[in-house]
Structures are given as structure tokens and as C-alpha cells.
């Protein structure tokens, strides 16, 4: 089994920063590709970044130019560093991995998820 565990969220005001990780222990092989998505009250959960083992990223248009996800593969973490917020980016914020066992079987796990407010 594995657990991924994220830290970072809280309250902001728009324009300004946070810092998200997610840190993944466990029946860990490797890790393949990593994510962060998000889920406001009333919408369906999103996709915000990805980024795979070879740190190749893909991002939401909504969020290109302002957030940089990142992995220190020696620590199993995956960060979402989140400049210029919005209220929009208001949301849970989860994050994703889909790991390789040391048995051999890959199976995707998710975090429980870390409230990220953007209000004056």
C-alpha cells in the first residue's frame, strides 16, 4: 500500500503565493508520472499539472505561466509552486502518483487533498 501525504494549503490573497507538496511512502518501486488536480464546490475535479519521471510537464491552460510542478524522485515529493493566485484557483488541491510496487503491479494513488483560499 502507499500513502501520499500533502502539506502546503491555506489561506492567500489574490496575487500572492503558496507552496504545495506531496510526499508518497510505501510499497514504492518507482514512481511514474506525478499530478496535481483540484476540485472547487460545485465543479468537477481538474487537472492542474503533470509531470513524469523524465520531468517532462504538461499544464491547465488557466494555470500556464503562474505554477511550476516539480519531483525530487530521491524523496518520492512532488511540489506545485503557485504564483499570482486567483480566487478562481480556489479549490482542494489533490495530488496524484501511479507507482510501480516492488511486486511488479502499478496501481494510481491519491492524496487527501489540501484546501488552497484565495480571498482579500
Known amino acids: 500500500q502507499v500513502q501520499l501525504v500533502e502539506s502546503g494549503g491555506g489561506l492567500v490573497q489574490p496575487g500572492g503565493s503558496l507552496r504545495l507538496s506531496c510526499a508518497a511512502s510505501g510499497n514504492i518501486f518507482s514512481i511514474n508520472a506525478m499530478g496535481w488536480y483540484r476540485q472547487a464546490p460545485g465543479k468537477e475535479r481538474e487537472l492542474v499539472a503533470t509531470?513524469?519521471?523524465?520531468?517532462?510537464?504538461n499544464y491547465a491552460d488557466s494555470v500556464k505561466g503562474r505554477f511550476a510542478i516539480s519531483r525530487d524522485n530521491a524523496k518520492n515529493t512532488v511540489y506545485l509552486e503557485m504564483n499570482s493566485l486567483k480566487p478562481e484557483d480556489t479549490a482542494v488541491y489533490y495530488c496524484?502518483?501511479?507507482?510501480?510496487?516492488?511486486?511488479?503491479?502499478?496501481?494510481?494513488?491519491w492524496g487527501q487533498g489540501t484546501q488552497v483560499t484565495v480571498s482579500s
Open positions: 496524484n502518483a501511479d507507482v510501480r510496487h516492488s511486486y511488479g503491479t502499478t496501481s494510481v494513488y
Open positions: 509531470i513524469t519521471s523524465g520531468s517532462t510537464t
